[in-house]
Structure formats: C-alpha cells, structure tokens
C-alpha cells in the first residue's frame, strides 16, 4: 500500500514545490519618470510603460512625475490606460521642489496611489485654449465644466476629496504636500522621500483599484527596473518644448528665405523644411499665439523686401522690431516652462538680423557687380591686336582667348594691348589700352 501510494504523495510534493518557488521570487516594481509637457509622446510613453508592467506581471509601477501641464485629449489617454491597467499604478509627485500642475494633478488623482514629496505642490488645472487665443465666455464656461465633470469623476471614485478637485479646475487652486494629505477625505494617499520609501511604505497596504476590486500590495525585497523613454521619444519629447520649437521656427524660415535668395542651393531649403516640419508638430502641441506668428513671419518678410527697395534701412528696422515683438507673444501661457526668455529671444532675434542684412549685403553687392559674361562682360576688358589696324579699318585681336575682327579710330600696331569699348554683332571698336 505504501508502495502504491510513494508515486502519487511524489506528484503531489513536487505539484505543491511550484508555487513556492514563484513567490520565493522577489516582487517586480517598475518605475519611469515623466519630466516634461503632458503631450502624444509623452502619453505613448506612459501607456507603453504600463504595458510593459501588465506583460511583465509586476507587482507595482510608479511613474515620477513633474510636469507643468500639457493637453487634455493626452491626459485622457494616460487616465484610460491608468483605470484600465492589470497591474496598480502609483504617481510620485518629486522629488521635492518639484510640482504636477494642470494635466499633471489630474493623472495624480486618476493613479491607485497618489504621492507626494516634502516640498512639492499639484493642482491648478483650470483649462485653457490650446492655441493661445481668447476664448468666448460660453464655450470657456463648457470648457470649465467639462473638465471640472471628469476630475469630479476621477476623485469620487478614487475615494479623494471632491471639492477641492473641483476647485482646482474652476479656480485654479493648487495645493501643497501637507493641505493635500491633511484634507478630509485627502487628496493623496501618503508623503514619501523617494521611491523607494513610497515602495517601503506601500508593502502589505491594500489598494482599491478603479473598477472597486482591492489588491494587497506585498513588496518586500522588490526587482527595481527602470523604463526608459526610446531614443526617438526623447527627441519628440525634446522638440515639443517652447525653447527649442522657437529655435526651429526661426532656423526653419531663415533657411528657406536663403534658399529663395540662392535658388539651387539645395541645403538650406532641405534644412528649413525639416526644422519647419519639426517646429509644427512642436506647436500642435503648445499654447500658440497666432498673432505672434504671424509677426514673426512679418519679421522675415520686411527683412526680404530690404534687399529689394531702398528703404535705407527702415525695412529693415521693422522686421528686426517684428520679430522681436512676434517672439514675446508666441506662447500665450502663464506658466513660466511654457515661455520663451528675454535671454533667449534677444540674442535669437539679434544673430538672426545679423544673419539675414549679411546676406541682404552680400546680395546688394552682387547686383552692383559688374558682369563678367557675355557682351556686358567683355566691355572695357583688354586683349591683344594681333593684326595692325587703320583709322577706321579693321583687323583681328586676341580677347577673353578667342580672336575677333575689331576697328579702331586711332591707329594700332600689332602686339599693342588694346581695351574693348563696343561691341556691334561680332566686331568689336577697340583703342589702344
């Protein structure tokens, strides 16, 4: 009897050893950091990160985030990939002095864990118009409510305060570490150094996720990896600052106008288009002014027509003037991440006149030049007679080395160096240079 039952008591010890040896396994934990504007590259991101953490069957993943705001459309993609992932997502506000502002508070209230670091600050998410122009007081007022309507949403069901979400979207409230964890009910779940003290604390705490199921976190002795943005990423990510979409913009246009005053140069119009179709999807993305853009092309245009019309100057005073105004009100925001510096400006908008009146001159001097083909430019050149020629008579010569049949009005001995005063047809009038 024993002997019969040795096999199956065997299966059934080594059946029970699996399950053992996975939870010998230590816990995945999964961890980004999102520094930057709230825009497509950066949702891809973060929705590409939770993906990775469902494949991965992590135990937890905490995005650090600090951000000053981006679009709502990204935002809402972000929040659906957060409510709809397998695996408990934490948002960590840091490290201190840092802030989650506008798109950035309504993914910490959509995360199953909200945290902040001792120094930081979220909220102030009173929506605006993504292009940076004045919106009529009833769509503003649709605006308003329908973004206060989804955060009221997001906090009911994460079990957060209510009234002061609501009151972060329609009177831009924001709010620091302590008011948010003192608020009753709070607006986030606990104050951490770090990540790995919010992971210290959240080990055997019980997370209620979206859909109302509740998961115990055991995170004792974790797998820390790290997701990175791709390298293409962090070059989108990149371009889609106000910084370096202004850069682009200008290089951009100053590109093409060299290409117009060179047709056939070839590189500075494949350049600009490149910077130019970067620096368009950078202001898809940002709060633009159009009255600013529009300025600064006026900018480049007065400095164009300087080469054309004498203007002695003010042409060119104004397109310098334009393009410096133009700068100042291409982002229309109040936040001071999604605004170009007088740092920046004025040495852009001086290196790019420097730039264009050089080229203007070098234009101007080159339609002062003499010709120095065809007719045009064989007057008042020398050659060589190569024949004598009589008052009036005519004989050969040696010019731009070819021979022609030339006249004169004075005697010309051969080997005498003559200059070229007209032409008519294939003779030319010579005298003695």
Not at 68 to 89: E, F, M, Q, Y
Request: hydrophobic fraction near 50%; proline fraction near 6%; charge should be neutral.
């Amino acid at each position: 009897m024993l002997t019969r039952l040795a096999p199956s008591l065997a299966l059934l010890l080594l059946a029970g050893s699996v399950p053992l040896a996975a939870q010998s396994s230590p816990p995945i934990v999964e961890t980004a950091t999102v520094d930057a504007i709230i825009q497509p590259v950066t949702s891809d991101f973060m929705r590409s990160a939770i993906a990775k953490a469902d494949a991965d069957r992590a135990a937890l993943i905490v995005f650090t985030l600090h951000t000053p705001g981006g679009l709502l459309d990204a935002t809402r993609d972000i929040n659906n990939a957060i409510i709809s992932a397998k695996t408990p997502v934490a948002v960590f506000v840091g490290p201190a002095g840092y802030r989650a502002a506008s798109a950035g508070f309504l993914i910490t209230i959509a995360a199953d864990i909200a945290a902040m670091a001792p120094g930081t600050h979220i909220g102030a998410a009173h929506p605006v118009n993504g292009n940076g122009e004045s919106v009529d007081p009833v769509m503003a007022k649709k605006m308003v409510a329908d973004a206060a309507a989804y955060a009221r949403t997001l906090a009911t069901q994460r079990h957060r305060n209510v009234q002061l979400v609501e009151q972060a979207v329609t009177e831009s409230r924001a709010y620091t570490e302590q008011e948010a964890i003192a608020a009753s009910p709070p607006l986030i779940d606990l104050i951490a150094k770090d990540v790995p003290d919010l992971i210290r604390q959240l080990d055997g705490r019980t997370v209620r996720r979206f859909n109302g199921e509740t998961v115990t976190l055991q995170l004792a002795s974790p797998e820390l990896r790290t997701i990175e943005m791709t390298v293409p990423e962090r070059i989108l990510s990149a371009i889609a600052h106000p910084q370096i979409a202004y850069l682009l913009l200008t290089l951009g246009t100053l590109g093409l106008t060299i290409e117009l005053w060179n047709p056939g140069a070839i590189l500075p119009g494949v350049a600009g288009g490149i910077c130019l179709l970067l620096a368009f999807f950078a202001l898809q993305v940002l709060p633009v002014s159009y009255s600013g853009l529009l300025l600064i092309l006026l900018g480049f245009a007065l400095l164009i027509l300087e080469v054309k019309i004498a203007s002695h100057g003010l042409l060119a005073v104004g397109g310098i003037t334009s393009l410096f105004f133009g700068s100042l009100m291409l982002f229309d925001s109040p936040l001071p991440e999604m605004q170009i510096g007088l740092q920046v400006i004025i040495p852009v908008t001086v290196a790019l006149s420097g730039l264009v009146l050089f080229f203007v001159g070098l234009a101007v001097r080159s339609q002062r030049r003499p010709a120095v083909t065809g007719e045009s430019g064989m007057l008042n050149t020398t050659g060589e007679a190569m024949t004598s020629i009589a008052p009036g008579g005519v004989g050969r010569v040696s010019a731009h080395g070819e021979i022609w049949t030339a006249t004169a009005d004075e005697p010309v001995n051969a080997g005498d160096r003559v200059m070229i005063t007209a032409i008519k047809g294939l003779l030319l009038t010579v005298k003695r240079a």
